[in-house]
């Protein structure tokens, strides 16, 4: 699911990855506050997974590939087909790995499998303002920003402003099925 050149690889995330993922989040509370809450107990990891079931979003682990540690995670979210063919992304740092450029590279591996595998033709990313590294990562990128979303996404105890930034698959793009054809 990498590229050969990437430092990292995309690892679906599973129920057997609980201890370890709440493990690093734990640990990576102050990086992550205010700008997201990724569960950190057995009890919310369980439920958090129940979201990848249905397949409309996907999980993954970013893991280093020389020592298999998990640098951070990467969601593939609310994949939607039709005229549309496109998905947001959600994505998180685990803090023993951050400002490697981990998270880039796992990026960069999502885009490919969203692109390529998963025939997607665009990906958001929705973003608060003042997560200047998070808003740093989706500009070296290549996302272009649109707008700012009020009130989009409730976290931490109150509605949160979310700048929204976008790509779209570079050419030539092999549509999926369930694109129409007019």
Known sequence: MASTALRVELSPLTLADEE?????????????????????????????????????????????????VAAGSVNINSV??????????????????????????????????????????????????????SLAVVQRLGFHFEGVSPDYLYIDGQWRDHERWAVTAPKPWTPDPSLPAA
């Open 20 to 68: 370890e993922f709440c493990a690093l989040v734990r640990v990576s509370a102050e990086l992550h506050h205010p700008w997201m809450q990724l569960p950190s107990t057995p009890e919310e990891f369980r439920v958090w997974m129940r979201r990848f079931e249905d397949g409309s979003n996907l999980g993954f682990l970013i893991r280093v590939r020389e020592t298999g």
């Open 80 to 133: 939607i087909r039709g005229r549309y063919q496109g998905a947001s992304l959600g994505y998180a740092a685990f803090a023993p790995s951050a400002g490697q450029g981990y998270i880039t590279e796992g990026i960069t591996a999502a885009m490919g499998y969203a692109f390529t595998e998963l025939r997607l033709h665009r990906l958001e990313a929705c973003i608060q303002p003042g997560n200047k590294a």
